[in-house]
């Protein structure tokens, strides 16, 4: 007879396992004594290329995945959605010395699905920040979401209102979210999109190249005072909060560095309060993956104006602090992973003049 578990022995809960990819055998070892030195982590495994991971991955789980860009045989970018696909559910951290600021590997790495990206630093740079670097990453990538359970189970309430424009906003996880939900809105989709992505202004550029290709219509940078156009694009710029203001029959872009809410510059709150209400009833927000609150205000500000409200599902999302938010303040009128609000966004477009 086995006996039972007294009530006040709390349950024990491994730490979050991490395994490295990479093919460096110093970088593997700075890596591994960083993370089993914070205490916070455990080190599952630590293997020199892309197939020794996914062989490593066949047989057991972890919860991050430390992926080097360039290695020999098949790089990282390429090897990058077949482990996604074979991790189950654990996040990817980029380190690589090709991630540093505005570079085109780092925004190409989070549309394929990785959580973050962090810059590895030359072998003999190893010492100092990029060990506390490092443990905030992952820190950030396994915290917890503490979030209201969807209002209607597993249910998405599609809005009832035709609207004039789309005002997106998202953060980690986001981009390979937008990347699918972009792919699903059709060619001859003519409303404006309005987009917010938590990025550092230098990667904006390629962003906003990338997300052009994705959605197959113009994309740009947004600027102070451009007019907000039919069948067109703006993201926020890295280094503003973008927000619009009625001007006659138009609509235009005011940028503004305001502090905002959520701390983030740029933050979605700003561009989803201003969208309220140049817009009313006419307007929908979506909320994508993404931690923290950011979206929150800004999304109770558009409902309370009578405007639609999608967010991506917990399932699909890297961090659903962002969505979660939206949907434990009872405003959320649909529930849906990216590729099928890009298809609810087709159905309800109202049709061109």
Known sequence: MVASKPSDIPDFQAPPSVLIVDDSVVARAVMARAIDGSGRFVVAGAVPDAQAALAFLARHRVDVILLDIEMPGTDGLTALPDLIAAAQGARVLIVSSA?????????????????DTLVKPEVGSFAGRFADQLNERLARLVEVDE???????????????DYDIVAIG????????LSQLLRAIPAD?????????????SFMPYFAAQVAVLANRPCEVAEDRARIRAGRILIAPGRAHMRCVRMGDDVAIRLSTSASASGCLPSVDPMLEAVAEAYGPRALGVVLSGMGRDG???ARALSAAGGSLVVQDRASSVGWGMPGAVVSGGIADAILPPDEIGQLIARRRRPAC
Do not use: K, M, Y
């Open 147 to 161: 979030v209201v359970a969807p209002r209607t189970p597993a249910a998405a309430i599609v809005p009832g209102n």
């Open 189 to 201: 989709f003519r409303l404006p999109i309005l987009i917010t992505q938590h990025l550092p202004e």
């Open 99 to 115: 991630c540093t600021d505005g570079a085109v590997a780092s925004v190409q790495a989070l549309a394929l699905g990785a959580a």
């Open 170 to 177: 998202a953060s980690t996880g986001g981009i390979h979210a």
């Open 296 to 298: 929150a205000i800004g």
